[in-house]
């Protein structure tokens, strides 16, 4: 019994030393520095009184200034304290009758390297040391994460740089902040976080001529402020007009939450070099990874609401695996913006960590991101022609003409492109694991680029190990039966997912097909477009005739060959042992020769 309670404290303290890390002191092995300035932020103060907070550290009133958005900055000595070797501000405070650390604790903001082990009694004097920290070069700023917080809401709220964030405070997951931990923000410029004190506000004394410059400051000032409410008065008015024509807001956000959030990125530039570096171990079934992003567009809160009428449905474009999408225009430029709750940081930052370390035509393309509120967003650059099932699936019914067997052929070949270098040609390698025709978008030219990659997996070892998992995701009719199985994700996961979409540009339907039309005679009976498919190679009598019962009816001309040759690559592609399915490499290769194949056979 005793060795199974030691078993369980050591196990405990591991555990609590993995979350309760970011709550540390900073040692001062960090720094060569003994002692510096630095800064407290107190969220929640008992009371809305500067003086009160200055009282309650002990500094001078001119020390505490109002944070913009809220709470109260505190200028503070930091040092290494001897004893302990860590950086802290020292302070003593008089015990009210009542007082537990958790309450002292809460009085300060979470500020307080608590004591439990000393023995508190109302009216005696005891030692505080306040978690503070100090840098070569940068004044550091103590902040207790609130609920909600992520290092991106963090960074931009102290304009302060994403990756340097998480490396003083040496975070590995960025998922893996709790609220309560300590954080140390290196907040350079500090002053324009602030507003002024009350006791700088105003002048105790003026002269008679001061008096008079104020007044015609104020008459001024009040003319101005009318021929603002004036102008403001008419544009919202027009905007009311325009929201009533395009439809009213989405429900997800209103049309005051996107104007009421003081969100202070927007007072500082909005353009941003993120260079974020973190390596973790999936978590979940997602790989987060590391990654180090090229100059990436910061875009405020308030962009992306004007940029998309306030989310409106007239903008929205569909909906992704973990989000909607909208258009808009940003800065000039026509985007897609995908808008998911601060929840789904993981795949907020898988995103992230692909889209900003690949660039290839054939992948779409990140231009920045932004948060507000209790959402995050990422911006890429937009795809005209919509989703490939748009264009496959009942196109007329969405406005569209169906697509020639040439153009399908080309798609084909390009969104292999895309998964061939993410699967060969960079490293680590990675594997999307949610490929299907909704995530391949079609430029202008009805070019593909591959989409939605929130579900990417890192593949730290050779693409023919993989990996293991135990969560199952993806899309019902494209996942791989030793996926299913096994959990085992491998690119040839992907290549499988590949088969099935080469099957929907065959024969134009979706890859479950439980709700198709059978009066369409060859197409009843069958569950899957893979089930059609290998339907027509089962016993390898007459199968191009069958492969052109199954083909896509609003496909008036195509080359038989091709055909033929396209169908058995989607079939080598689904094949149930993963080791006999091409890499993309051969896919690209095969597809290549089809397309040479039918443009000689048309004279192009």
């Known amino acids: 019994m005793g060795e199974f309670l030691m078993v369980s404290v050591f196990w405990m303290s591991l555990l609590c030393a993995f979350h309760c890390f970011h709550s540390m002191a900073m040692s001062c092995n960090i720094s060569l520095t003994d002692s510096c300035a630095a800064s407290l932020y107190l969220a929640n103060p008992q009371s809305e009184d500067s003086e009160y907070v200055a009282n309650l550290f002990h500094v001078n009133p001119k020390s505490v200034r109002r944070a913009v958005g809220g709470g109260f900055m505190i200028s503070i000595s930091c040092s290494c304290t001897a004893n302990h070797g860590n950086y802290t501000s020292h302070m003593e405070y008089t015990v009210q009758i009542g007082d537990t650390w958790e309450i002292i604790s809460s009085r300060f903001g979470g500020l307080v390297v608590e004591k439990p082990e000393k023995m508190l009694i109302g009216s005696m004097t005891v030692s505080l040391d306040l978690f503070c920290g100090c840098t070569d070069g940068v004044e550091l700023l103590t902040y207790v994460v609130k609920r909600r917080d992520n290092l991106f809401t963090i960074s931009s709220q102290f304009g302060a740089d994403v990756k340097k964030i998480a490396e003083l405070n040496m975070i590995k997951d960025p998922t893996l902040i709790n609220e309560g931990d300590v954080l140390f923000i290196p907040a350079s410029g500090l002053e324009h976080l602030t507003m002024l004190s ?4 105003r002048p105790r004394k003026a002269s ?6 104020i007044l015609a400051i104020a008459a001024a000032t009040t003319l101005v402020i009318l021929i603002i409410i004036v102008i403001f008065s008419w544009t919202y008015n027009n905007k009311r007009k325009e929201q009533v024509i395009l439809g009213a807001p989405s429900s997800g956000i209103g049309y005051l939450d996107c104007y009421r959030m003081p969100f202070p990125l927007e007072k500082k530039k909005s353009i941003s070099t993120i260079k974020f570096h973190s390596s973790s171990e999936e978590s979940g079934g997602n790989a987060v990874g590391s990654f180090i992003s090229d100059k990436m ?20 474009l569909g909906q992704g695996s973990y989000g909607s999408v909208y258009h808009g225009t940003l800065r000039g430029q026509d985007v897609a913006i995908k808008q998911m709750k601060n929840t789904k940081s993981k795949e907020f930052l898988a995103e992230l960590n692909i889209l900003c370390k690949v660039h290839h035509n054939n992948l779409i393309k990140l231009i920045g991101y932004s ?12 795809a005209q022609n919509g989703s490939l099932s748009d264009h496959l699936h009942n196109p007329s019914a969405k406005g569209h003409t ?3 067997w040439e153009t399908r052929i080309q798609i084909a070949l390009d969104a292999a492109k895309g998964l061939e270098y993410i699967h060969e040609h960079i490293k680590p390698y990675y594997v999307h694991r949610d490929v299907k025709t909704s995530n391949i978008l079609l430029d202008s030219n009805f070019r593909a680029k591959i989409a939605d990659f929130g579900l990417v997996k890192l593949l730290e070892n050779s693409p023919e190990i993989g990996s293991t998992t135990s969560k199952i995701v993806g899309t019902f009719g494209y996942l791989a039966p030793e996926y299913v199985r096994d959990g085992c994700v491998t690119p040839k996961s992907d290549v499988y997912a590949y088969g099935v979409v080469l099957m929907e540009l065959i024969t134009g339907q979706p890859a479950l097909m439980n709700n198709i039309n059978t009066e369409n005679a060859p197409h009843s009976g069958h569950r899957s477009v893979v089930d059609l498919i290998l339907s027509a190679f089962a016993d390898g009598q007459d199968t191009p005739a069958r492969l052109v019962e199954c083909m896509d009816p609003s496909l008036v001309s195509f080359h038989r060959d091709s055909l033929f040759q396209m169908a058995l690559l989607s079939k080598d592609c689904v094949d149930e042992d993963r080791k006999r399915r091409p890499d993309m490499s051969k896919v690209v290769l095969r597809l290549l020769r089809i397309l040479v194949s039918s443009r000689e056979t048309h004279g192009l």
């Open 198 to 201: 009350d006791n700088e506000s």
């Open 208 to 213: 008679q001529m001061h008096v008079h410059i």
């Open 297 to 316: 567009t910061i875009f405020s809160f308030s962009e992306t609401c004007d940029a998309t009428l306030n989310f409106s449905a007239s903008q929205k």
């Open 371 to 382: 948060v507000g509120g209790e959402y995050l967003f990422l911006v890429y650059e937009v």
């Open 402 to 404: 169906p697509l020639s």
